[in-house]
């Protein structure tokens, strides 16, 4: 495994680091839409408690 050391002391590329995190980010909105199929009243909930944050907030 000498090449994920290698790749420990090196700085990583900005490249690489926005691709993982675009990864990354893909992945969660996944996982948020799947758990929002499957449990379709906490998500509704979820986004009410949101929707109140929202309208309470002072700017």
Avoid at 17 to 24: D, E, L, N, T, Y
Wanted: charged share 45%.
């Amino acid at each position: 495994m000498p090449d994920e050391h290698d790749r420990a002391r090196q700085p990583e590329s900005d490249t690489e680091r926005r691709r993982r995190r675009a990864q990354f980010l893909r992945e969660l909105h996944e996982a948020k839409a799947l758990r929002d199929r499957v449990q379709p009243r906490r998500a509704r909930a979820a986004r009410m408690r949101q929707a109140m944050r929202m309208r309470t907030f002072r700017w």
